[in-house]
Nanobody, 124 residues
Framework: QVQPVESGGGLVQTGGSLRLSCAASGRTFSGKTVGWFRQAPGREREPVAAIWWWSGDYYAASVKGRFTISRDNAKNTVSLQMSSLKPEDTAVYYC??????????????????WGQGTQVTVSS
């Protein structure tokens, strides 16, 4: 099994930037699609971005143009660079990996391995 471990959350002002990192503990992210999700209080977990092993990425409409997902296969990490942050980006951010390739990268149920989450708070 692979255990994602997130880091990099914190408090930032509106318009600021943060970089989240997700490291694989145990087995690697090799061959796996990795996604970032977020969950704000009282709301459902929602997809933010995802990156396939071979190529390609996905972004939610609400973050497209502001967030960038990338992976470093040598370091076995996936990062989420967040810029132009808004108060509505405040949430717990989770990194997740699919055990096998699946057709959907936006449904939480399609991911097998989850990190513990890291809090991102954007102050107005």
């Amino acid at each position: 099994q692979v255990q994602p471990v997130e880091s990099g959350g914190g408090l930032v002002q509106t318009g600021g930037s943060l970089r989240l990192s997700c490291a694989a503990s145990g087995r690697t992210f090799s061959g796996k699609t990795v996604g970032w999700f977020r969950q704000a209080p009282g709301r459902e977990r929602e997809p933010v971005a995802a990156i396939w092993w071979w190529s390609g990425d996905y972004y939610a409409a609400s973050v497209k143009g502001r967030f960038t997902i990338s992976r470093d296969n040598a370091k076995n990490t996936v990062s989420l660079q967040m810029s132009s942050l808004k108060p509505e980006d405040t949430a717990v951010y989770y990194c997740a990996a699919q055990g096998v390739a699946r057709s959907s990268v936006t449904e939480p149920s399609q991911y097998d391995y989850w990190g513990q989450g890291t809090q991102v708070t954007v102050s107005s």
